[in-house]
């Protein structure tokens, strides 16, 4: 992995998946280098540094998965997992030198909370954690018809993480969030 890589003046633009973003990582450790910024499609803008698409590959999404799970913590991979349904702002650089320095020092850095690198992170994660703890109290249902509805507007992504509780809850209703 690379201990010197520096910022280089580029920017990666991928497909805003969580695969695409483990791909990110990939790059940037087999190319050395810590981009400039990394940028969905959708959300792109123009720089005057070079744009570089990054594809996302399943494999090499599974090796960057599997190596932070085994080379840094399981915890670790769930904090990137969480942090990735953040809408922060730079999540992907946030995620990026999280990784490096858990790389760098393995297990320890889940109580680095001093560390500006792993503050980002935690603070996403703990966003992400609030907002889901929020609806999974406060959300409410209409009946349409003999299915249930509701309409939310989260500032994260946080239905990967409230749907399982509603599934539990209302596993002999049927119902659309």
């Given at each position: 992995m690379a201990d010197n890589a520096g910022i280089n003046p580029v920017t990666y633009v991928?497909?805003?998946s969580f695969d695409g973003l483990l791909?990110?990582?990939?790059?940037?450790?087999?190319?050395?280098?810590?981009?400039?910024?990394?940028?969905?499609?959708?959300?792109?803008?123009?720089?005057?540094?070079?744009?570089?698409?990054?594809?996302?590959?399943?494999?090499?999404?599974?090796?960057?998965?599997?190596s932070i799970a085994a080379k840094i913590s399981p915890e670790a991979l769930e904090l990137v997992q969480i942090c990735y349904l953040s809408s922060m702002g730079d999540k992907e650089l946030a995620?990026?030198?999280?990784?490096?320095?858990?790389?760098?020092?393995?297990?320890r850095i889940i109580?680095?909370?001093a560390n500006d690198a792993v503050s980002k992170v935690i603070k996403a994660v703990q966003n992400v954690r609030g907002e889901a703890h929020h609806f999974k109290g406060f959300l409410r249902f209409a009946d349409y018809?003999?299915?249930?509805?509701?309409?939310?507007?989260?500032?994260?992504?946080?239905?990967?993480?409230?749907?399982?509780?509603f599934v539990d809850r209302l596993n002999a209703e049927n119902f659309l969030i």
């Open positions: 991928y497909d805003g791909c990110c990582v990939y790059e940037a450790f087999y190319a050395r280098e810590t981009p400039f910024a990394i940028q969905t499609y959708d959300a792109a803008q123009d720089t005057l540094f070079a744009m570089r698409d990054i594809f996302t590959d399943e494999d090499k999404a599974q090796r960057v998965q599997d995620v990026l030198g999280f990784l490096r320095l858990g790389y760098k020092i393995g297990a109580d680095m909370l018809d003999g299915y249930l509805a509701a309409i939310i507007e989260p500032k994260n992504f946080i239905l990967p993480i409230i749907a399982p509780h």
